[in-house]
């Protein structure tokens, strides 16, 4: 069986095995799903020095029967544009585990959901066939559900429920598409590459009336305004490993698709992409204004996901190579600083029983640790030069003003805002006079600092040595925009 294969069944095993187990073995069950999250993360990882980047083709390439056809095996493999997806994946995952071990309320049920969650995703990425990549799209939507709606805060019906009615209308909207498209395929196969190239022999409207189709499905889950109404509660009341997870994983989804359609839609694409740039100026800023106004710090990096999100969007909407790395660049940097933002403000919670920044003050002398960490993700969060997010912004705007010039140059007042909203919560927290509340707090712990150290080393190593992962998509990339340009 292929190492791919492998990552992906890693966790769903580890799910069936956790269901199997007796509900009072807690230190079992952790064990059990912790085993197969590392697993995952093992078989991903070790993939790396075998994948050729030199090439855009497809790698990793697996089938195994899906259905009672025995000529229309399930196709799994990866590129540059998918592999990184796959290996944030499985990282993520792993520290959100590692984050979870204090959970005590139906840890049977939450580990099982979180393992389930991570083989859907991982199916969404690995997927070759457009209706296996619908099957495990919509699949996410179950273990999220329950995870927000059972272990979620106060709110938590509401934000479950808004969070599966935006997806599932966005759902119904691509499969249309999809089977609109899948007509027009000589073998009636739903293979991505025999479905781009039926789609590229299309004429210019119905290009165009696929891609909204499709885009509608993809923009709920990046989300792309004005269909970011579910991200807010959700993030927001979501327990913070799954908010980690929804953040800088879930969202990648949505951007990762619209990639693929793309390529899969080139005219229509390149038709529709001074709308998605309009989209996009319009997360970066009306994002950060939000994300300025915030005091609840989940809220707050819930809506800085927004206006970074927006930065994918218009890097991906100048459809040449510097905006496309940039909107790559960032949904890898972005997982990486997001998802340590949400852990690291989940201890804080944790420990201090709020979120609200006028709660704090001169931590930095009572939490060293926590100090370091949270200061290093939101520095990487506003893109500061010599951290990860700085190389994938700049690709980002660099590209977009290639194609659109002094347009794009609105985004730039986003990105300061989001400056500023990120140097406003360091300073209200950490320095100043230390609130008496907090004199005794204690500092990240051996298991707190095993989940979020991995993702400050990695958005350091991205923003000294971004090669490393420029490298794994820049043969993908380079052949996306050849397809426009070409």
Excluded at 182 to 202: I, K, R
Excluded at 459 to 476: D, E, K, N, S
Excluded at 480 to 485: G, I, R, V
Aim: net charge positive; aromatic share 10%; glycine share 10%.
């Amino acid at each position: 069986m292929s190492g791919l294969l492998l990552t992906m069944w890693a966790p769903l095993l580890g799910a069936l095995l956790v269901i199997l187990l007796p509900a009072n073995q807690t230190r079992l069950i952790k064990g059990v799903a912790l085993a197969h999250a590392a697993l995952a993360l093992l078989f991903s990882w070790g993939l790396l020095p075998s994948f050729d980047r030199s090439t855009s083709a497809l790698q990793f390439v697996a089938q195994f029967p899906w259905s009672p056809d025995p000529d229309a095996p399930a196709a799994l493999g990866v590129d540059g544009l998918s592999f990184p997806m796959v290996l944030l994946t499985t990282l993520v995952v792993m520290v959100a585990l590692v984050a979870s071990l204090g959970v005590h309320h139906r840890v049977k049920a939450y580990f099982a959901w979180f393992l389930v969650l991570e083989f859907a995703v991982l199916g969404v990425f690995e997927s070759l066939s457009w209706s296996l990549f619908y099957v495990f799209w919509e699949l996410t939507l179950v273990p999220l559900f329950f995870l927000i709606s059972v272990w979620g805060g106060k709110k938590r019906a509401a934000a479950s429920m808004g969070f599966f009615i935006y997806t599932l209308a966005g759902s119904v909207l691509m499969l249309v598409a999809l089977l609109a498209l899948h007509l027009h395929v000589p073998t009636h196969s739903f293979d991505m590459v025999e479905m781009a190239q039926a789609g590229a022999g299309l004429g210019r409207g119905m290009q165009v009336l696929l891609f909204l189709g499709l885009f509608a499905g993809f923009a709920v889950k990046i989300p792309a305004f004005p269909l970011h109404g579910w991200l807010p509660p959700a993030y927001t009341e979501a327990p913070a490993p799954v908010s980690a997870v929804l953040s800088a994983v879930l969202a990648k989804m949505g951007t990762y698709g619209l990639l693929r359609l793309a390529t899969l839609l080139p005219i229509g694409a390149g038709a529709v992409t001074p709308i998605l740039l309009v989209i996009g100026l319009i997360n970066i800023v009306y994002g950060a204004l939000l994300a300025f106004r915030q005091t609840d710090l989940k809220a707050m990096i819930a809506y800085s996901s927004i206006s970074h999100m927006g930065l994918v969007l218009v890097g991906a909407s100048s459809l040449n190579p510097a905006g496309l790395t940039g909107a790559t660049m960032q949904m890898i940097t972005h997982g990486f600083t997001t998802a340590a933002l949400f852990l690291l403000v989940g201890v804080l919670q944790d420990r201090a029983r709020t979120r609200d920044l006028r709660d704090f003050g001169g931590l930095s002398a009572v939490v060293p640790r926590f100090t370091v960490l949270l200061s290093l993700a939101l520095l990487g969060s506003m893109g500061l030069p010599g951290l990860a997010g700085f190389v994938s912004e700049l690709h980002a705007l660099i590209g977009s003003f290639e194609r659109y010039r002094y347009v794009s140059g609105v985004a730039t007042v986003g990105v300061l805002i989001t400056a500023a909203c990120s140097l406003r919560a360091i300073s209200r927290l950490f320095f100043g006079p230390t609130n008496p509340r907090w004199a005794h707090m204690q500092d990240l712990g051996p298991r707190e600092i095993a989940a979020a150290a991995p993702l400050g080393f990695l958005i350091i190593a991205l923003g000294v040595a971004p090669r490393a992962a420029l490298g794994l998509l820049g043969a993908t990339v380079a052949h996306m925009a050849d397809l426009f340009h070409g």
